[in-house]
């Protein structure tokens, strides 16, 4: 769900850069860009979140990625009973880049650290502060602590 909002959010963006006024017509490719989004945005009804979770063995999995645009987090819940197992999407976060140009290796580090901040809300939210975390990124060097 969390990935609906980006692209209007990097539209947006784009057309502050651009300093467009309001009574300018929108490019072509922009009017494109929302229509292809406003399409999509039907999907959403597909999408259902879980009111309550039991379960025994629990991981919860943080992965987050950047590109020159922007960063986001998203936590997953893998979830055991019995011999069954479950992967429940609980919560996203996304941001679009500064406006001024950011290495990607940054950007990276700035999801992280909203993934960090989420993954946190949401243990503590489950109340559920022995879990097992995992943290998933493309930059090895975020996941082991330098840069």
């Known amino acids: 769900m969390e990935s609906s909002t980006l692209l209007i959010k990097l539209i947006i963006q ?13 490019p072509l490719s922009i009017v494109d860009w929302f229509s292809k989004w406003l399409n999509k945005m039907y999907l959403l009804k597909d999408v259902t979140l879980p009111r309550f979770m039991n379960f025994n063995e629990t991981s919860e999995f943080e992965f987050v990625d950047a590109c020159k645009w922007a960063f986001v987090a998203c936590v997953f819940v893998k979830s055991e009973v ?23 290796p940054r950007l990276e580090l700035m999801a992280c650290c909203i993934g960090v901040r989420l993954l946190n809300s ?26």
């Open 122 to 147: 949401v243990i503590r939210a489950l109340g559920a502060a022995g879990i097992k975390v995992t943290h998933s990124c493309r930059i090895p060097s975020l996941l082991c602590g330098g840069l």
């Open 82 to 104: 019995g011999s069954e197992s479950k992967v429940i999407f609980i919560h996203a976060k996304n941001r679009v880049a500064p406006l001024k140009p950011l290495s990607i």
């Open 14 to 26: 784009y057309l502050l850069k651009s300093h467009f006024s309001w009574i300018e017509e929108l």
